[in-house]
């Protein structure tokens, strides 16, 4: 059933009265904008249901997503999108008495995740929906989520992101679901007539309570399931202790219950960080794969097939323990063999790698196994010792076992898991797969490599052109014949055939214009920035850690303003540098990057020479509701990493499609975006990764600092202070270690930025290049990525 205008209303009046006790004329805005929820949460309910009937009556196998991060920003106006109700929900808003716009801007982003990660988890959930596949994904229902970033005297600090104050009205939670899970305590095993009976004794019990997010898909009736786990104790509150006045100790058990579902990444630089950590990772994969599997045996009755009717996919090395939480299923509570659960698992065990970087390859201390999970500790040893027998058989070399093994000098090393238990293993562009099987897993990949795959990312092309950018999403229908592009997206192409056409060159640099208006009102209302928005909006926004260099970018601005300092009267184009990004709070050369950045924005602003022609901008407490505002008024994209070092990336698609152009390296989808835009319509510059893997081995910046007085000149900037801060300890790290090359790249960084500025001037050179962006950005749609996931990983059928 579909909703018009009047029937909204009557939905949305019926909330009011029945969960809020009040009319439209006494409701505040968040119960307007919770109620509006709520009946599309009744909406995609309902077809949830008719859906998973569906997906059983036929027997469809089911694919089950597992991410510690799920970035899903806001949902009214994405879940109204997918229903086609936009308009309606709009106007039966208004006609209430309310400002639709304004309850579409109360919701908060739910800040389940970090960055990419999550984000791409969150456009996997849409496209497996709207492919109609059955499919659930699966995290914790963080309390606080990522945190809230603001900028105090330059610095980052971290407060709490409370979502779920207006977000919760997405959720429906299923107490009735609930699945236990055990931490500590000991274990006692025995033989008895052939099969090993397990007997666990004196743990920890907690309460997995499941919150259910439906999910939309675009065009289709099928709807999916996010499920979060909460956490609680199952005790009561402690009467006794309570009555005597120990307030705190009364509630000491259900408080350290509550805590694993608080916050997103705890700090993991200590002991009870690490066990904290852990205990998020199990008890979301324990509670996920009960609950699986008990819907599996409510179904088929039991788990002899449970791997011809579902698939299991982690999402980096997080949900990991899923291996081994299986294999208890399988052999302590259904009492199979151990051949027989493993040949199940390592069919049905899919593992999605995000990084090269080495400290990002989980490895856990062998005594918190020991200690918060005694019996999954003792099926890794047996899962370890086949696997490091079979290396050993294969390769008859120690540094081979050493580097395979799963547990070796009292580390469990989750990567290593993943490649023993799972069916395949991807990586995430073709660069960053290719170094998988050449050097990461290099000797795992020779022993099996039927095992090793690529499926490049995606993004979810609808909500990143049509929805937050309908000026364009109207050229691309009218220049395309139609909207056919939002299921089909390589129609994009068509685009192509109008790069002659200075009609439309022109209407895409007044599209490109009036975006860069509206986001410069925005900035002005929401972070108290003016903008020019007659200024090159150049922009680097993503999570900050070195390898993804801004730092490399703030050394070419002070190289900028150092030009102009020697020469005020110098031509140049007004350039306006936007950046965004959140610092792990115990990151601290990361932290001091954001510090340095805001340290040279307040320098530059209070310098007359830079006036309408150099400004720099950090943009506070960057999220997806900021970059759907941000990224179709950006023109150019930064996407700087260290060649080798990024996986994929994700921003650079959305920025692609939205007509920016790229000013970067050849790393991660980068590669493949230069391959459908050749070097004519990107800016290239830097190492390729060959080339930066073998420099590493000889590297010394030092001599590079000798031998370029620009770059000297640069970085004894950094010591003698900017903004009148030093940051002598950035500038000791670059000449001392420049682990990501910066120095390295610094020269032909510089030059590629001048090349953009000066193609910049080139009015219709710089709108025909956006335009093949645009045009060609169709294979970086989240569709194509989970159709290559169903095809050759997870072997399910989707809608074509």
């Known amino acids: 059933m579909t909703y018009n205008k009047q029937q909204l209303k009557e939905a949305i009046l019926q909330k009011l009265r029945l969960n809020y006790g009040c009319t439209e004329q006494q409701a505040t805005d968040g119960e307007m904008m919770k109620a509006c929820a709520m009946v599309l949460r009744d909406m995609m309910a309902e077809r949830g249901v008719q859906s998973r009937e569906r997906a059983a009556q036929e027997g469809k196998r089911k694919v089950h997503y597992l991410s510690l991060e799920f970035l899903m920003g806001r949902s009214l106006m994405k879940n109204a999108y997918n229903l086609g109700l936009i308009r309606p929900l709009q106007e039966a808003i208004e006609e209430l008495g309310f400002q639709s716009a304004r309850i579409f801007d109360l919701e908060p982003d739910a800040g389940l995740g970090n960055g990419g990660l999550g984000r791409l988890a969150a456009c996997y959930l849409d496209s497996l929906t709207t492919l109609e596949i059955p499919a659930s994904g699966y995290s914790i229902c963080y309390e606080l989520g990522i945190f809230r970033q603001r900028i105090v005297d330059g610095q980052q600090v971290e407060l709490p992101d409370d979502w779920k104050n207006l977000g919760d009205a997405w959720l429906m939670p299923k107490p009735q679901e609930a699945e236990e899970v055990h931490f500590g305590g000991t274990v006692r095993t025995r033989w008895d007539n052939g099969h090993l009976m397990v007997v666990h004794e004196d743990y920890q019990t907690v309460l997995a309570i499941p919150c259910d997010m439906a999910i939309a898909g675009f065009d289709t009736d099928h709807v999916n399931t996010l499920r979060l786990w909460d956490a609680k104790s199952p005790k009561p509150l402690d009467m006794q202790l309570f009555r005597q006045g120990e307030y705190l100790k009364a509630g000491e058990e259900r408080a350290m219950a509550d805590v694993i579902s608080k916050i997103l990444y705890p700090e993991d630089n200590h002991y009870e960080g690490k066990s904290l950590r852990l205990k998020q990772q199990y008890f979301f994969v324990s509670a996920t794969v009960q609950s699986i599997t008990r819907q599996h045996i409510q179904t088929y009755g039991t788990l002899s097939d449970f791997h011809e009717k579902n698939v299991i996919q982690i999402n980096d090395t997080h949900p990991a323990l899923v291996i081994p939480e299986l294999m208890r299923i399988l052999v302590d509570d259904a009492g199979m063999s151990w051949d027989e659960a493993w040949h199940i698992t390592t069919h049905c065990v ?424 645009i045009a060609r950005s169709g294979i970086f749609a989240a569709d194509r990525a989970v159709a290559e996931y169903a095809d050759t990983i997870w072997r399910v059928p989707y809608k074509k």
Request: aromatic letters at 8%; one cysteine or more; proline letters at 4%.
């Open 350 to 773: 899919a593992y999605t790698n995000h990084t090269v970087l080495a400290e990002a390859l989980e490895c856990w201390p062998q005594r918190l196994f020991e200690r918060l999970l005694p019996r999954i500790w003792q099926i890794l040893q047996e899962i370890a010792r086949r696997w490091q027998e079979k290396v050993e058989q294969t390769y008859h070399d120690p540094e081979k076992t050493a580097k395979m093994a799963i547990i070796w000098d009292g580390g469990v090393h989750m990567a290593n898991l993943c490649i023993a238990g799972g069916m395949a293993v991807n990586g995430v562009s073709a660069l960053h797969s290719d170094i998988l099987r050449r050097e990461v897993f290099r000797d795992a990949c020779q022993m099996e490599p039927e095992k090793f795959k690529n499926v490049t990312n995606g993004v979810d092309h609808r909500r990143w052109i049509s929805q937050i950018n309908p000026r364009l999403h109207r050229m691309i229908c009218d220049l395309t014949g139609g909207d056919g592009y939002l299921t089909q997206p390589l129609q994009l192409c068509k685009l192509d055939d109008y790069a002659d056409d200075g009609a439309v060159l022109s209407q895409l640099e007044r599209i490109k214009q009036g975006n860069k208006q509206t986001f410069a009102e925005w900035a002005r209302k929401q972070q108290g920035v003016k903008l020019n928005p007659n200024a090159i909006f150049d922009v680097q926004v993503k999570r900050l850690h070195e390898y993804k260099r801004q730092l490399l970018n703030v050394l070419h601005i002070i190289y900028l303003y150092q030009q102009l300092q020697d020469d005020p009267n110098m031509a140049m184009t007004p350039h306006i540098f936007l950046f965004g990004a959140k610092a792990a709070p115990g990151y601290a050369v990361a932290k001091r990057i954001i510090q340095l950045i805001n340290a040279l924005s307040r320098e530059i602003a209070r310098d007359p020479i830079c006036r309408d022609r150099l400004q720099v901008v950090f943009l506070e407490n960057y999220c997806v509701t900021m970059a759907e505002m941000l990224i179709p008024a950006s023109e150019v994209s930064q996407q700087i990493s260290t060649a080798g070092k990024e996986a994929s990336g994700t921003g650079n698609m959305k920025f692609m499609m939205n007509g920016a152009l790229t000013v970067g390296t050849l790393d991660g989808a980068n590669v493949e975006m230069h391959q459908v835009l050749g070097d004519e319509n990107m800016f290239l510059f830097g190492l390729h990764a060959d080339e930066a893997s073998r420099l590493l081995h000889t590297y010394d910046p030092r001599l590079l600092y000798e031998r370029d007085p620009m770059l000297r000149r640069v970085l004894e900037q950094l010591k003698t202070g900017v903004g009148g801060v030093s940051f002598e300890d950035l500038y000791q790290r670059l000449l001392q270690e420049d682990p990501y090359l910066l120095l390295a790249d610094f020269a032909s960084y510089c030059a590629a930025e001048q090349r953009m500025v000066q193609t910049y001037a080139q009015r219709d050179q710089w709108n025909c290049m956006s335009l093949h962006n």
